[in-house]
C-alpha cells in the first residue's frame, strides 16, 4: 500500500453544504478509520480545509474513496490536493514496506 496526503479545502461558498454533510462525514471517517484506509484526519484550526492521511494501493483508488465520503459528495469541499507521502519516523511509517 502507499501513504497519501489528501488535502480538502472549504470555501465559504459551500458552508451550508459542510454542517449538512459534517456528520455522516464522521461517520464515514471513522468506518475508514476502523478500516486502517484513514490513518488520520482533521480540519485546519483556521476552518479553511482539512488533512486526511489514506493508505490505498494508488492515486485512482484514493479519489475512488473519496467520492464516498459524504462531505465530498455531497458539495462540501471547494478543493482537492492528493500527494503521495512517506512518512520515514513515527507512527504512520509502519505502514511502508
Same mark, same amino acid.
Given at each position: ?27 464515514? !471517517?471513522? *468506518?475508514?478509520? &476502523? $478500516?486502517? +484506509? ?9 476552518? /479553511? %480545509?482539512?488533512?486526511?492521511? !489514506?493508505? *490505498?494501493?494508488? &492515486? $485512482?483508488? +484514493? ?9 465530498? /459528495? %455531497? ?8 500527494? &503521495? ?13
Amino acid at each position: 500500500m502507499t501513504i497519501f496526503a489528501v488535502e480538502y479545502v472549504y470555501g465559504p461558498e459551500a458552508e451550508e453544504a459542510r454542517v449538512e454533510h459534517r456528520p455522516q462525514h464522521r461517520e464515514w !471517517l471513522a *468506518a475508514q478509520a &476502523e $478500516a486502517e +484506509v484513514v490513518l488520520a484526519s482533521g480540519p485546519y484550526a483556521d476552518g /479553511a %480545509g482539512a488533512l486526511l492521511i !489514506l493508505n *490505498a494501493a494508488d &492515486e $485512482a483508488a +484514493v479519489h475512488e474513496i473519496l467520492k464516498q465520503d459524504p462531505m465530498s /459528495a %455531497g458539495g462540501g469541499v471547494t478543493g482537492l490536493k492528493v500527494s &503521495e507521502w512517506k512518512p520515514v519516523i513515527g507512527q504512520l511509517s509502519k505502514y511502508l514496506p
